[in-house]
């Protein structure tokens, strides 16, 4: 039993860390489009020259792979515990 809920005490602590890193992404992948916009003429791609245009695609990336994680870990803690 001790087992068990200290798993899903990690599990969902580290959901939430991810969730956190997501959050962080979001307000990165907002910021640094709005700083590049004028330089980079509104379009940004992973592949652009100056590097300043690959960051919100970057931040946007990052985000996502932040919120699945979190998500797969919660569904995982909820199976383990079941």
Known sequence: MKRTLMFRISCYSLAVLFV????????????????????????????AENARCRQPPLAGLLGLASFLVAVVLVIGCRRSSA
């Open 20 to 47: 956190v890193s997501g959050l962080y992404c979001l307000l990165w992948l907002v910021s640094s489009s709005t700083m590049a916009f004028v330089e980079c003429n509104g379009t940004y791609s992973l592949f």
